[in-house]
């Protein structure tokens, strides 16, 4: 799996949109096609949940070599955490180094 790095910024910047819609969730994908298939790997959707201002995550991960092996979770987090989660992706691009965490609670997995 390639990730172009513009994608990543682009990612990035979408999540200082304030509010989000039902209608249209921030979201990527990326993952790889082999023989017209398409297999995703990474998957992140952010959207609103309920009339307070909440917001839901859901994120699937696979193994690049055996994405069988897969992951599923969902989650509920906030527009702080989704800035501090923009801020750390930043400056993962901006150093190449380091992580970026979207923190939540009461997570869901599959």
């Not at 959207?47 to 193994?63: C, D, I, R």
């Not at 527009?79 to 901006?94: A, K, T, V, W």
């Amino acid at each position: 799996m390639w990730v172009q790095w513009e994608a990543l910024v682009d990612f990035s910047a979408s999540l200082a949109r304030y509010p989000i819609e039902a209608e249209k969730p921030i979201a990527c994908e990326w993952g790889f096609s082999e023989n017209g298939k398409y297999t995703a790997v990474t998957k992140l959707k952010v959207s609103p949940e309920g009339s307070t201002g909440g917001l839901a995550a859901s994120v699937l991960l696979a193994n690049y070599d055996k994405p069988e092996d897969r992951c599923q979770a969902r989650f509920q987090t906030n527009y702080p955490s989704l800035l501090q989660f923009q801020h750390e992706i930043d400056r993962m691009m901006r150093e190449k180094v380091g992580v970026a965490i979207l923190t939540g609670r009461n997570v869901t997995v599959r």
